[in-house]
């Protein structure tokens, strides 16, 4: 049997059709209602173009107008003015959580240091503990929400930002559709209430000052307006929270956050004109009265009129005089970090230098060049030099792992990355016991002073998102960032 061509197919199409007037009729009845259907059917078509390579339209044979006739059926939501009722995809909210447990590699688990019949309970304690731990630092609010594809409504992403109970216009909204006789969407919220301001006469907002609001109304143009003028309060007072907004259009339904923050009060310190109105040198001291003696020395050759502030446990104190010289005399013993504590909350400067009692300030030794990184720098709140040779430089890798079983903390001797425009300085997470610190930011997080003697690691872990230590006498110092370096002591 000889193949036939489309073209010899449609030779004999159109000769048959000669010859039966009802089947050229019935065919040119099809091409018309194609035709009549054109300008709504553009999407549709164009789906099919791309999916079976059909040809332009004005080139279609009769035969291909009857298949694609006879398939609109399947794409008639196209030529309707409501849009195609698809199923609805989950945007969420989803919780945005880690499910997979940590793994620490070559590390005993820490419950095998804790008698067994008492780790039940301790176990029960740690749980109530970060429950409350994520309470405090808003993990509740800590969720994922997805951008539906080809939206027609306008909202705000992020940045939305609230203060508690306070009304806030809410930006952006807005909605782009094609003509309807009615036009309605809603909005939901759980923390607050929902308004419209100025509603005059014949504007439709069904829910106001409620946590459902509905508008209403036949122009697009009015709806867009109504919605320019909504706004959002919380009803619950909460200085730091979130709330979910949920904004629909009949089966579009996006989700946007409302940040609330209680403003807080700038902590505002005047630097001053030199470096003696703008640090402090602390020192804890302990028993090392003749390392102290030459320490204070070392500090007067270069800085003679810097303060100085010792904190000091010694078991017999000795009497520390001098110009500009404040001694706190503590309880025998306390330790490292309850000596940090009392000398930090004497610091009246915006920066304290904190040096160990066995320190010597060299010709080199420059406070100077610390000051100038934190003012150029504004995010860090610590920046740590090097004592001798010693930079004892490392970051940490924290693994959040599963809320039952708790994280695994990895102590690694690397630096994080360079510090741009401070050639030698890197961002890192722990360096020797020698830095400058920002003295509003260490007093946030302050120094544990259940810690006495072991402090030179677990002070880094203590203040997850700030940052703490450096070493001391070296113009090449290592600054520590807030975020960065967040198992730091400071801020």
Known sequence: MAATTPESAHDKMAAASEHTPDKKDAVRHVKDKVMAVVPTLVGCFGYLARNSHIPPLESVTPFIYLLLFNSFSRFSSCHNDEIPDFPKPNIGPFRNENPMPCTCQNTAPANQYVPKDELDDLQKRRAEEFRQHQIRSGKENDVLILAPANTPLQYPMRGFRVTPMNKTLIPGLALQTQKR?????SLRVQKGVLSV????????????NEKHLS???SSLQQINELLSR????????????????YFTFENHEVIFPIEIRRLSVPVLSDPGKDVNSQVTVLVKAFLRYKELKVLINSIRWNYPKIKIIVADDSLNPEKVVGDNIEHYIMPPAQGWFAGRNL???QVTTKYFLWVDDDFVFLNETRIESFVDIMETVPELDVVGGQVGTNQFSFKLQYEEGIS???GCITRVYHTHAPLAGFDGCFFADGVVNYFLGRTDAVRRVGFDPFLKRVAHTD???MAVDQAERPGRASPTPYPLHREIAGALLAS
């Open 215 to 217: 508008i209403s109304s």
């Open 230 to 245: 909504l706004t959002y309060t919380s009803t619950i007072y909460h200085i730091k929270t979130e709330d979910l907004a």
């Open 181 to 185: 006789a009615v036009y309605k969407v």
């Open 404 to 406: 039952e079983e708790g």
């Open 343 to 345: 000398a930090v909350s």
């Open 197 to 208: 301001l100025n509603v005059q006469e014949g504007e439709k907002v069904d829910g106001q």
């Open 459 to 461: 002070g880094r872990v």
